[in-house]
């Protein structure tokens, strides 16, 4: 995430300097702990969990299970990722459902924390999974909030009780306790009450929460906190937990390009457990909070996790399984192209899948340059074509391809480019399906790794390397069948640059090649 880019950039390069280091010193250890310190000092995490983070990552690292290692370096690096998830929450804790309906969820939080938008999200996430949620239009104070909220809920899908025009009119408290019997009426099994803020902490903020409260008797009260108010998120976040006490926090624009001190303090500081992120602008853009993953997004670890289960939700396994048997009968076509590439663009942004791969880090300069509308651009080319032309692209002459190109608003060169591609990605999961390992264009081969329907090297070639080591490892590629690729990676640690790993900008590349132009 965007938020924490700095941050992670500074803890990836105190890491790689411990890599050459076969043993740990004390004033190795010392050093490191400095730059994990500065590192979060800037990024706006409160001193009160720096200081206490930091002692206890220094106390581990001068330990036996570091002095043991085989590798120190990566040993420090597994002990800061455990510390990290132990600040953000440790476990994931899950939304607790009221055992007679409706469940009634109350969100806090000063104004412009997002409220309004964060409880369509929540709605939204609450109708996928089978619920029938109903939001509640008590912030009666700022000015379009009963507005703003009945857009929102229109764009989730779901309904919105406001019985009063708000701008100042109105009893907020009155509201949510109707909200609640209507809910009950209505079989509506989750109620969602957006309340008003203030731009700060003021004691008619804090009475009309409380009395919300008081009056509604919710099963969680959910504190919104912007991600992007740095050290502020502590000392409203013990406001607010001693005025309204919450039972959980939400953590919202972390897509933003702030330090992100506020997602490392709050947790720690308040005893309350982080539920939610909520990750743009979309109503899609918002996720459950798991500390563990987030952890390892900080340390340029990746969440595949994560990524697989967007990956899921988007891709129909029955449709998947279709396309898996074309690849292997060689019957793979522009409108099965077409149709993969829909469901790609479902999953959401292409930069933030990029950026949940292990050490993605290092490649957010090519990420930032990667233009997100190039698959609405492959879309528009194949969606000119005739469906014979999609079917067999073989039928595309240089006048069909000059008349795709107009249709689509394209040039010819855009067309030929899109068919080499197709091509490349045709060729590429023919392989997979027949078990082999591809050749990722961008990627060079994989050393070790069989290519099914590969012919096997000649017998008595081998490496004329100087390097014995080398000479060796070459000498084994070749009789695998493999041509051994200079500069190879070694693999293990790529988050921290741990090893002499293969330039991530060719991955990248690799992806620009499938899904968009050069």
């Keep these: 995430m965007a938020t924490f880019g700095t941050l ?138 009963v507005t703003q909220l009945q857009v929102v809920g229109e764009q989730a899908g779901v309904a919105v009780f406001a019985p009063e025009p708000g701008n100042g009119v109105g009893d907020p408290v009155r509201v949510a306790k109707d909200a609640v019997r209507q809910a009950e009426r209505q079989q509506y099994d989750v109620v969602v009450i957006d309340t008003a803020g203030r731009l700060g902490i003021d004691a008619e903020l804090m009475r009309q929460a409380a009395d919300i409260r008081k009056a509604t008797d919710p099963d969680e009260v959910l504190f919104v906190i912007d991600a992007m108010i740095g050290q502020d998120a502590v000392n409203t976040a013990k406001a607010f937990q001693e005025g309204v006490d919450f039972t959980g926090v939400v953590l919202t624009k972390l897509d933003g390009d702030a330090r992100g001190g506020a997602a490392l303090s709050v947790a720690s500081v308040t005893g309350r457990p982080i539920i939610f992120a909520s990750t743009g602008e979309g109503l899609d853009d918002f996720e459950p909070f798991h500390p563990d993953r987030m952890a390892s997004r900080i340390l340029d670890l990746g969440d595949v996790l994560t990524l697989i289960e967007q990956a899921q939700q988007a891709f129909d396994e029955e449709e998947a399984r279709k396309v898996a048997e074309k690849f292997a009968t060689d019957s793979f076509t522009l409108e099965d192209f077409l149709k993969q590439m829909q469901q790609l663009k479902n999953m959401g942004s292409i930069k933030k899948m990029i950026g949940m791969l292990p050490g993605a880090g290092q490649m957010r300069q090519q990420l930032d340059q990667f233009d997100e509308r190039e698959i609405v651009r492959t879309e528009a080319i194949i969606q000119s074509m005739t469906p014979g032309e999609r079917r067999n692209p073989k039928l595309l002459n240089g006048s069909r391809r000059l008349r795709i190109a107009k249709g689509s608003g394209m040039t010819v060169t855009d067309v030929n480019q899109l068919m080499t591609r197709f091509e490349q990605a045709s060729k590429m999961m023919k392989t997979v399906a027949k078990g082999g390992v591809p050749n990722v264009p961008g990627m060079g081969p994989i050393p070790g790794a069989g290519h099914g329907g590969r012919k096997q090297q000649k017998k008595g070639k081998s490496s004329r390397s100087g390097n014995p080591g080398k000479r060796a490892a070459e000498n084994a590629a070749l009789a695998a069948g493999v041509k051994p690729a200079s500069g190879e990676a070694s693999g293990g640690g790529a988050g921290f640059g741990l090893g002499d790993q293969k330039a991530p900008a060719d991955d990248l590349a690799a992806v620009q090649k499938l899904f968009g132009r050069r």
């Design 8 to 145: 992670s950039d500074r803890l990836t390069e105190t890491f790689r300097n411990l890599r050459t280091k076969g043993r740990l010193s004390a004033s190795d250890v010392d050093g490191t702990v400095r730059e994990i310190r500065r590192a979060l000092l800037d990024a706006d995490v409160s001193l009160e969990v720096v200081r206490r983070f930091t002692s206890t990552v220094r106390e581990r690292a001068l330990g036996d299970e570091v002095n043991q290692a085989l590798n120190p370096a990566q040993q420090v690096v597994q002990i800061v990722n455990e510390e990290l998830v132990a600040i953000l929450g440790g476990q994931q804790r899950r939304l607790q459902f009221a055992k007679t309906p409706p469940t009634v969820i109350m969100l806090a939080g000063l104004q412009g924390a997002g409220k309004t938008t964060l409880a369509g999200k929540l709605a939204k996430w609450f109708k996928k999974d089978g619920h029938t949620p109903m939001l509640v239009a008590a912030d009666l104070q700022r000015p379009n909030a």
